[in-house]
């Protein structure tokens, strides 16, 4: 199959594959064609009853015009607890029963490890589901393009749980870029203090897998290895391994790079350069630098935007927290140097404009906080587009990946074809683009 393009041949060739039920993912439809109609109710499930999957549950729960009807979770402790709070769920330990066996279904989250999202997000939408799936939108590149053109070609509402994306803060900084209030754009600067790595080896020891837990329906598409217990890879340290999650940048960068890449309406980046510590065998390191190259754009300043991203100790040089007059920087947000100023945002919180006597008096954009989950919801019953549907979350995922991959490759700049979806100079790089999947558990694009 080739990279980042699916011929009809191919195509064709999964539907066969998926008649002879060979490939996880039938074609089964939801019960509607299209959006539901305002006069009824959503009917929700959600993948993923634990962590942030328990914040999802609740907050589409929320909703008056939302039931939730099924819950996934291979933790069965994790789902059981929400029978009492939804009289009638219906709870599954495997997800692939709950899309065989749910046919009402109209929308569907996923807010699992990184790994699962898009094997389930595609075989929901192969159903005809509207789907909600946790940042990063895939835990690969070759992912996210797939799954951005599946929802294109079928027409369904999708949203990236990038919830801080819809809040005030993030939306004036959005404007503040687009009306150019800091002249064109310099240079950026990114970073989270969160630190989603693990020198460590990987432990020599294989411990009892505790009652209730699927650990091969954990693994998903993942190679199979021995269960670790003692929290090293659930509920959430999975984040530091290089199978399952995106390490601290992957956590944090789809958050951060949010409102820089909207506000400066960046595309691809045309290079890619870590000059941080690489992984090891088993784990995302700590400490980490990325340098990307981008297009320029009409708000940014000359043919190229240089953007640093920073996690862990790393942080902007010297000379670029001068800029901000002696205020401390906060744990995680962003620099954008203009050429009339200053923007400092904070994850989260609301911009500030340097120098400041050059800003004072001036009228900020006005911008009002909306509900990610209520924007999603409301394009499902056939309201206005969602604001981080796959054409927007698919593009910036692959951005925020690029950075994972690059870490691999320390102290080497790798040249980006966003087209052919491929590196042109470092060919050994490409295979970090897409994985195979374990046997057993292909899905169908994928």
Request: hydrophobic fraction near 40%; proline fraction near 7%; include cysteine.
């Given at each position: 199959?080739?990279?980042?393009?699916?011929?009809?041949?191919?195509?064709?060739?999964?539907?066969?594959?998926?008649?002879?039920?060979?490939?996880?993912?039938?074609?089964?439809?939801?019960?509607?064609?299209?959006?539901?109609?305002?006069?009824?109710?959503?009917?929700?499930?959600?993948?993923?009853?634990?962590?942030?999957?328990?914040?999802?549950?609740?907050?589409?729960?929320?909703?008056?015009?939302?039931?939730?009807?099924?819950?996934?979770?291979?933790?069965?402790?994790?789902?059981?607890?929400?029978?009492?709070?939804?009289?009638?769920?219906?709870?599954?330990?495997?997800w692939?029963?709950?899309?065989?066996?749910?046919?009402?279904?109209?929308?569907?989250?996923?807010?699992?490890?990184?790994?699962?999202?898009?094997?389930?997000?595609?075989?929901?939408?192969?159903?005809?589901?509207?789907?909600?799936?946790?940042?990063?939108?895939?835990?690969?590149?070759?992912?996210?393009?797939?799954?951005?053109?599946?929802?294109?070609?079928?027409?369904?509402?999708?949203?990236?749980?990038?919830?801080?994306?819809?809040?005030?803060?993030?939306?004036?900084?959005?404007?503040?870029?687009?009306?150019?209030?800091?002249?064109?754009?310099?240079?950026?600067?990114?970073?989270?203090?969160?630190?989603?790595?693990?020198?460590?080896?990987?432990?020599?020891?294989?411990?009892?897998v505790?009652?209730?837990?699927?650990?091969?329906?954990?693994?998903?598409?993942?190679?199979?290895?021995?269960?670790?217990?003692?929290?090293?890879?659930?509920?959430?340290?999975?984040?530091?391994?290089?199978?399952?999650?995106?390490?601290t940048?992957?956590?944090?960068?789809?958050?951060?790079?949010?409102?820089v890449?909207?506000?400066?309406?960046?595309?691809?980046?045309?290079?890619?350069?870590?000059?941080?510590?690489?992984?090891?065998?088993?784990?995302?390191?700590?400490?980490?630098?990325?340098?990307?190259?981008?297009?320029?754009?009409?708000?940014?300043?000359?043919?190229?935007?240089?953007?640093?991203?920073?996690?862990?100790?790393?942080?902007?040089?010297?000379?670029?927290?001068?800029?901000?007059e002696?205020?401390?920087?906060?744990?995680?947000?962003?620099?954008?140097?203009?050429?009339?100023?200053?923007?400092?945002?904070?994850?989260?919180?609301?911009?500030?404009?340097?120098?400041?006597?050059?800003?004072?008096?001036?009228?900020?954009?006005?911008a009002?906080?909306?509900?990610?989950?209520?924007?999603?919801?409301?394009?499902?019953?056939?309201?206005?587009?969602?604001?981080?549907?796959?054409?927007y979350?698919?593009?910036?995922?692959?951005?925020?990946?690029l950075?994972?991959?690059?870490?691999?490759?320390?102290?080497?700049?790798?040249?980006?074809?966003?087209?052919?979806?491929r590196?042109?100079?470092?060919?050994?790089?490409?295979?970090?683009?897409?994985?195979?999947?374990?046997?057993?558990?292909?899905?169908?694009?994928?």
């Open positions: 199959m080739s990279r980042g393009r699916v011929t009809r041949r191919e195509f064709l060739g999964w539907l066969v594959a998926g008649a002879a039920g060979g490939l996880t993912g039938g074609c089964v439809a939801g019960r509607r064609a299209g959006r539901v109609p305002p006069s009824e109710t959503i009917l929700h499930a959600c993948v993923g009853a634990g962590g942030m999957g328990a914040s999802d549950l609740e907050s589409f729960a929320h909703h008056d015009f939302v039931r939730i009807v099924a819950i996934a979770d291979v933790d069965l402790a994790r789902a059981e607890v929400w029978r009492r709070k939804f009289p009638g769920v219906r709870i599954y330990q495997d692939r029963r709950l899309l065989d066996r749910e046919r009402d279904l109209d929308s569907l989250n996923v807010s699992t490890p990184d790994h699962m999202h898009a094997p389930i997000a595609m075989s929901a939408m192969q159903r005809g589901l509207h789907v909600y799936v946790q940042k990063p939108l895939t835990h690969d590149l070759y992912e996210s393009r797939q799954l951005t053109r599946e929802a294109r070609r079928r027409g369904l509402v999708t949203q990236m749980g990038i919830q801080i994306h819809s809040l005030a803060e993030y939306r004036q900084a959005v404007q503040i870029l687009r009306q150019g209030l800091i002249g064109k754009v310099r240079e950026v600067h990114l970073w989270s203090d969160k630190a989603w790595g693990d020198p460590e080896p990987l432990p020599v020891r294989r411990d009892p505790p009652e209730g837990f699927d650990w091969d329906g954990w693994l998903g598409v993942a190679a199979w290895r021995p269960f670790i217990g003692g929290g090293y890879y659930h509920p959430a340290n999975w984040r530091r391994r290089l199978d399952f999650g995106t390490g940048l992957g956590d944090m960068g789809c958050h951060i790079f949010d409102p890449f909207l506000g400066l309406a960046l595309t691809a980046p045309r290079s890619v350069r870590s000059e941080g510590p690489p992984p090891n065998a088993w784990n995302w390191a700590n400490d980490g630098k990325v340098v990307y190259e981008f297009p320029g754009t009409a708000h940014t300043a000359g043919p190229t935007l240089r953007l640093t991203w920073y996690d862990g100790r790393q942080r902007p040089p010297r000379d670029v927290l001068a800029l901000l002696e205020d401390a920087p906060p744990a995680q947000g962003s620099i954008c140097v203009g050429t009339e100023g200053v923007m400092l945002l904070p994850h989260i919180g609301r911009a500030r404009l340097y120098p400041r006597k050059r800003f004072e008096g001036v009228r900020l954009p006005e009002e906080s909306a509900n990610h989950y209520t924007l999603f919801l409301e394009a499902v019953r056939g309201g206005r587009a969602t604001t981080a549907g796959f054409d979350a698919g593009p910036l995922t692959e951005t925020v990946l950075g994972c991959v690059a870490s691999r490759f320390p102290q080497t700049t790798l040249e980006w074809d966003a087209g052919r979806l590196f042109r100079n470092v060919t050994e790089a490409n295979r970090f683009l897409r994985r195979a999947y374990r046997a057993g558990w292909e899905v169908w694009g994928l």
